[in-house]
């Protein structure tokens, strides 16, 4: 079967550096998205990787390696905005999207 | 760019009455449109996908003649909720795809729908 792992929630704190973890097995693979989700609201985008190695955006980095079957979202200079909850989707070879379950992040002063 | 939109945001029923959802791409033509359904802090769980001009096609365990989908024209998917029930009360969200090999998705705002 397709199975998106991830932590359920983690916690930091104000200004330091927090890495949300996501492992996959899909039927093939055409990318994996991170996307962020505040209570009650829809995603939005954040990052796309299909070649391994690390994207960088800002604040924002997402790294991926298809051998391992494993991505990270790396976030910095945390703020409290950035409390949501993260995604991690995986494309499979039918172009179909496959849904983490999402990691909770709570920002602390 | 690449704005989507929901309509309604928010709306309470009855138990056995229809709910139509509205989405719609503002600012480009969507190839293929998905449905989902979230509950509360669980993931997004996709319900369906439909082309335009074409039938939707079901996830598994998704009832076809409860959830209704339309997806006349590239800017335009509604979902019905036929005979809503209080276990249908869920956010639905609606994505849009402009196709080709990115495929990224852009969500709309998602629709809360409780019924009583």
């Known amino acids: 079967g397709q199975n998106i792992d991830q932590p359920t929630e983690m916690t930091a704190t104000e200004g330091a550096i927090v890495q949300i973890n996501c492992t996959y097995q899909?039927?093939?693979?055409?990318?994996l998205f991170w996307y962020q989700q505040h209570a009650g609201e829809a995603p939005t985008f954040l990052s796309y990787?299909?070649l391994d190695g690390l994207e960088e955006k800002g604040r924002f980095s997402s790294f991926l390696s298809r051998s391992k079957g494993y991505s990270y979202l790396l976030l910095k200079e945390l703020q409290m905005k950035d409390s949501a909850s993260y995604l991690c989707?995986?494309?499979?070879?039918?172009?179909?999207?496959?849904w983490g379950a999402g990691t909770k992040l709570i920002i602390k002063p | 760019g690449a704005v989507v939109s929901q309509h309604p945001s928010w709306v309470i029923c009855k138990s056995g009455t229809s709910v139509k959802i509205e989405c719609r791409s503002l600012?480009?033509?969507?190839?293929?449109m998905f449905w989902y359904r979230q509950f509360p802090k669980q993931s997004l769980m996709l319900m369906a996908t439909?082309?335009?001009?074409?039938?939707?096609?079901?996830e598994q365990g998704v009832e076809k003649d409860k959830f209704l989908i339309n997806h006349a024209s590239l800017t335009l998917s509604t979902l019905t909720v036929t005979s809503a029930h209080p276990e249908d009360s869920s956010f639905y969200i609606c994505?849009?795809?402009?196709?080709?090999?990115?495929?990224?998705?852009?969500f709309g705002p998602g629709t809360r729908l409780t019924v009583l």
């Open positions: 994505s849009a795809s402009q196709g080709g090999d990115f495929n990224e998705q852009f």
């Open positions: 600012d480009f033509q969507a190839t293929t």
């Open positions: 439909s082309n335009e001009g074409s039938k939707a096609t079901y």
């Open positions: 899909t039927s093939g693979f055409n990318g």
């Open positions: 990787n299909v």
């Open positions: 989707a995986v494309m499979d070879s039918n172009y179909q999207l496959i």
